[in-house]
Structure formats: C-alpha cells, structure tokens
C-alpha cells in the first residue's frame, strides 16, 4: 500500500514538473525572452476615417491642439485618498480617437468616432466605462458615428459653440459620408 502511494506522488510530482516547465517553455516562445528578433511590425495609427476626421478637426479648429489616440490616464488624474493605481486600472488601456485642447495644453473636450464595433456588448460596457470616468472629471465627451461624420462647421459648432453643452451623440443621418469613405 505505502508503495503504491509512493508511486501515485512520484507521479503527482512528475506531472507538476512537467505542467511548470511546459509553463516556462511557453511562456519564453511567448515573449517571455528578450533575446533574438521581436514580432513587431508597423502599422498606422489612425484607421482612414480617424484620418478623415483628424484633418477635418485640424482644419476646422486651427487655434486650438488636436490630438490622437491619447490614454485616458495621460489626461485624466485621481483625487487624493482615493487610491490612484485602483482607479487608474479601471481605465488603463482606454484611449479617447481624439483629444481637444487650447493652446495651454486644457481640455476642451473628447472626441470619440464610433463604428458598428461599437454596438458589440463589450465595447458598450467599455464606452460606459470611459463615459463615466469622463463625465466624473468634466470633460465633455462629443460622439460622431463614422457615416455621420461631421463637416467643418459642424465642428466648429460643436467645440466652439457648445463649450459648456454636455456629451451627446449625433444623429445619425445628420451628414453624408465622406466622398473617400463611400463604397465605389
């Protein structure tokens, strides 16, 4: 009996053994080692609407800063006493398609593109998310769906005109599709 026992842990240890050096193995074919080539390649930053609308941002509001892409933790910070890392990591990886600024660098408002991947359920929760953690900092929060994207007046309305107005969505047929993103 104490044989057998002694057999089934030594097969016990064996089969850890193995489950942790499988473990390492993977992880190091994974990234986990720093030597040799790195499986990194370019690409743009901006999908071909997010270009669209940065030129028509650029254009349309020329005294103020347009950027892109930009982290929700690069512009927004935690109140004291309120643990800065637990709350950062409820935003960590969110970014903003666009964020604009006076030429002091402060917010004026976020600007977010929304496509059809936008209805998914995890994309929704994640849009609420970053709603709130924006609504919660004041920072006025302006949505464009990529068919309804708007002209230069439209933008100059919006961020100029409706500085105090709170976050809304645009309607959806309210501006054609621009002639570089209609199907040929």
């Not at 193995?18 to 901006?46: D, N």
Request: some cysteine; aromatic content about 4%.
């Amino acid at each position: 009996m104490t044989t057998l026992l002694a057999l089934m842990a030594i097969i016990v240890l064996l089969v850890l053994f193995g489950g942790v050096a499988l473990a390492v193995l993977r992880a190091k074919s994974e990234g986990g080692s720093t030597s040799g080539p790195w499986p990194f390649s370019l690409r743009k930053p901006l999908s071909e609407p997010e270009q669209v609308l940065y030129f028509r941002l650029c254009k349309a509001l020329p005294d103020h800063m347009v950027l892109a892409q930009v982290g929700l933790t690069r512009f927004l910070g935690v109140k004291r006493g309120h643990g800065t890392r637990a709350w950062n990591n409820r935003i960590n990886r969110m970014s903003i398609d666009f964020l604009i600024c006076n030429k002091d660098a402060s917010v004026v408002a976020a600007i977010e593109l929304d496509d059809p991947s936008h209805h998914r359920i995890d994309r929704v929760s994640t849009d609420e998310k970053k709603d709130k953690a924006l609504r919660a900092a004041g920072v006025r929060l302006v949505r464009w769906t990529v068919g309804a994207m708007p002209d230069e007046s439209a933008i100059q309305l919006a961020i100029t005109c409706e500085s105090k107005a709170p976050a809304r969505r645009a309607p959806a047929d309210s501006h054609t599709k621009p002639a570089s993103l209609r199907p040929a």
